[in-house]
């Protein structure tokens, strides 16, 4: 099964990590704040600014947790790179 991780930059600085097995509907979920409880929610507008493609089966791949324990530094790094919807890490 397909997985994909993402890195959204949220409209106060802060960024959001998550995985999901169909992006352009989370992506969009985010975008349109459908649930008002949610992180994103009151940080919109949202960008997306990481996406991969992972396997859930692969093995020593990038996972979730590193995601998220990436620095600030590291995460506003992308920030600069050409626009595309899946980066390399």
């Known amino acids: 099964m397909i997985e994909y991780l ?3 930059h949220c409209s106060d600085g ?4 998550g995985s999901t097995d169909d ?3 989370s992506i ?7 649930d008002p409880h949610h992180y994103t929610f ?3 507008p949202v960008k997306l600014v990481f996406s ?15 995601l998220k324990n990436w620095s600030r530094k590291k995460k506003l ?5 050409p626009k595309t919807k899946d ?3």
């Open 6 to 8: 993402y890195l959204l």
């Open 14 to 17: 802060s960024f959001f990590t």
């Open 23 to 25: 992006l352009d509907k």
């Open 28 to 34: 969009s979920d985010h975008i349109e704040g459908k």
């Open 42 to 44: 009151s940080r919109r």
């Open 52 to 66: 991969e493609k992972v396997l859930q089966s692969q093995k020593g791949g990038l996972t979730e947790e590193q």
């Open 77 to 81: 790094e992308i920030l600069s790179r």
């Open 87 to 89: 980066i390399a890490k």
